[in-house]
């Protein structure tokens, strides 16, 4: 069950990675202590009388045996109508595939992880006085916290990669030593920070996967054929997504041509009248703006260049550069400006690709109460509707690995199924039992989506572990049942008997496993502090999930077995004819 989900890829896949090789380790090695050392160990151990008195057997002895009476009535109930059975599991389904559909559904869930950053670009050509001075007003807004003991310290970097840039780093104190999460500081802060004229700031808090954006909120990327077509989409979808889905904040499109340039413009028609080549015009222009490396000088072993430069450059105006002269191909000076002009312009800092395609990127804030599955699906719609002919959509950071690991998790699904089915029929040389075995899957599954809905937990890749290990439990409770009925059947009793002898017999071991592994769910559940959110939500999938799908086990199981099993002769059968057929084929010989 737990080596497919090691093949995972994506991001995300690297938490199943891990999971699936230490889990897959840990079952290897108590496989092996269970059948070498607990036999050796239970041989040396004194065989006890059972005693009929005593504080356990008044106790927990009793509600054992009165457990087990009413579960042999049950069951007799349930087999003698399995149809009502059936009927009542499959409407349980029904109704677990009617409730996935309400609960929230995301990558990751809403984490503490101690630290808030605060992200804030200006505009192009700002410098780092006007960055330092808005980075001072973001400063502002935290200093309550830090007086309060909320925030430990407040660390900020302007200008690091770009001097348009700000980011704040604001460590949180231990959280038993504080009153607020870091979503409650977030939510109080982030409409201040949007207010700051000139560069507005986002705040968020990091996640496990770290896929946050830059600016730490959803991004996406538009990509079509020129870049002017695509910043005119990009404004007017950016609109669109302000006036429709205000709760995503007011989204920032990355491609702004505001940086100043100067701009060479060569008349190359005339410049070929004239006898002047380009290359001519290219070398005077590098020399009279930035020096040309025309040779080398060798001193011993050192080689040092010799640059071709104005000693005016860095005062030169623009407009000078038109005055320089340029020699064509018969000797003649020709001044520049009659074979070219200056112009000035706006352009973009940078120019950004998707996919090998032009592209522009839009972020915009992650609301911690909105799933991500809705917000995606919004936008996906907005698209559809407003984007014209030839731009494209692309979900960047944690939306696009969301939708990958969505796909791949039900693929990684499908094939655990499909190998877990096929190790089983040939476990036990029967197809028929390890379809009985397989078919209460689904219905754990469902018995998943009923905790997940009544703790209000996300699905989410966390909860995902938590329904693998859910699986696992469950198909082995199925297996200890099924297993034992059909020794039973070897020995001659009916399917009927065979089935109502198992569960009496295997119902100790079953809630064994349920209550050692509900109760090993419990720190998960009760768990504080960094990565909580992740462990609760594996916790309450096998904590809640368990609980409940033990009903389909103890219940569901028998009445499959008892519909199914009758198809099929009991393996005793099998190898008596097989015996006879040998010892036939040695009278001939």
């Known amino acids: 069950m737990f080596i497919p989900i090691a093949f995972l890829p994506?991001?995300?896949?690297?938490?199943?990675?891990?999971?699936?090789?230490?889990?897959?380790?840990?079952?290897?090695?108590?496989?092996f202590v269970a059948l070498s050392l607990v036999p050796a160990l239970t041989a040396r151990l004194a065989v006890k009388k059972q005693k009929q008195s005593g504080f356990f057997h008044a106790t927990f002895g009793r509600f054992g045996h009165a457990c087990l009476r009413v579960y042999q009535y049950t069951l007799v109930k349930a087999l003698k109508y399995a149809w009502f059975v059936g009927v009542l599991s499959l409407l349980a389904g029904g109704g677990a595939y009617l409730l996935a559909k309400n609960i929230d559904n995301e990558l990751l869930p809403s984490e503490d992880r101690g630290t808030i950053r605060i992200f804030a670009r200006g505009p192009d050509g700002a410098g780092l006085n006007f960055m330092d001075r808005q980075a001072e007003k973001m400063e502002e807004m935290l200093l309550p916290y830090v007086e309060n003991g909320t925030i430990d310290s407040i660390y900020t970097v302007v200008g690091r990669w770009d001097p348009n840039i700000v980011f704040i780093t604001a460590p949180l104190q231990h959280w038993d030593d504080r009153d607020k999460?870091?979503?409650?500081?977030?939510?109080?802060?982030?409409?201040?920070?949007?207010?700051?004229?000139?560069?507005?700031?986002?705040?968020?808090?990091?996640?496990?996967?770290?896929?946050?954006?830059?600016?730490?909120?959803?991004?996406?990327?538009?990509?079509?054929d020129t870049y002017d077509n695509i910043h005119k989409a990009a404004m007017a979808f950016a609109a669109t997504l302000e006036s429709e889905l205000p709760e995503l904040g007011r989204p920032r499109v990355s491609y702004d041509p505001t940086q100043p340039q100067m701009r060479v413009n060569i008349d190359r028609r005339r410049a070929e009248e004239l006898g002047v080549p380009l290359s001519d015009i290219a070398s005077t222009l590098t020399a009279a703006v930035n020096g040309d490396d025309i040779a080398d000088l060798n001193v011993g072993d050192q080689a040092i260049p010799i640059m071709l430069q104005t000693n005016n450059r860095s005062t030169v105006n623009p407009s000078d550069l038109t005055n320089l002269y340029v020699k064509s191909n018969d000797g003649n000076l020709i001044p520049l400006s009659s074979l070219a002009y200056i112009t000035e312009e706006g352009v973009a800092a940078e120019l950004e690709r998707q996919a090998q395609r032009r592209a522009i990127k839009v972020e915009m804030e992650l609301p911690e109460d909105i799933p991500l599955s809705e917000v995606v699906e919004n936008v996906r719609t907005l698209a559809q509707q407003n984007l014209p002919d030839g731009i494209g959509l692309v979900f960047l950071g944690e939306a696009q690995t969301y939708e990958e690991t969505s796909q791949q998790v039900a693929l990684t699904y499908v094939l655990a199924f499909v190998i877990v089915l096929l190790v089983l029929a040939a476990q036990?040389?029967?197809?028929?039992?390890?379809?009985?075995?397989?078919?209460?899957?689904?219905?754990?599954i469902a018995a998943a989506i009923y905790a997940l809905y009544l703790t209000s937990t996300s699905i989410n890749i966390y909860s995902q572990i938590g329904l693998v290990m859910l699986i696992g439990l469950l198909a082995k409770n199925a297996i200890l049942l099924i297993e034992f009925a059909?020794?039973?059947?070897?020995?001659?009793?009916?399917?009927?008997?065979?089935?109502?002898?198992?569960?009496?017999?295997?119902?100790r071991p079953i809630m064994m496993t349920l209550v050692s592994t509900i109760l090993g769910g419990l720190p998960l559940i009760l768990s504080t502090g960094a990565g909580a959110e992740a462990r609760n939500a594996i916790g309450w999938v096998v904590f809640g999930g368990l609980g409940i799908a033990v009903v389909f086990t103890l219940y569901l199981t028998p009445v499959l077995y008892l519909a199914l099993a009758r198809f099929t002769k009991p393996r005793a059968d099998e190898t008596d004819r097989l015996e006879r057929e040998m010892e036939a084929a040695g009278e001939h010989v």
């Open 10 to 31: 994506s991001t995300a896949g690297r938490l199943f990675r891990e999971f699936g090789g230490v889990l897959a380790g840990a079952v290897i090695i108590s496989s």
């Open 181 to 224: 999460s870091l979503q409650d500081v977030v939510s109080e802060i982030r409409p201040g920070l949007q207010n700051i004229p000139g560069a507005p700031g986002n705040a968020f808090g990091g996640n496990s996967l770290n896929l946050r954006g830059q600016g730490g909120g959803l991004e996406i990327a538009l990509t079509g």
């Open 428 to 444: 036990f040389e029967s197809v028929n039992s390890a379809v009985v075995v397989m078919l209460t899957v689904p219905f754990g």
């Open 486 to 507: 059909d020794q039973l059947r070897d020995k001659g009793l009916s399917v009927y008997d065979a089935i109502v002898e198992a569960g009496k017999v295997r119902l």
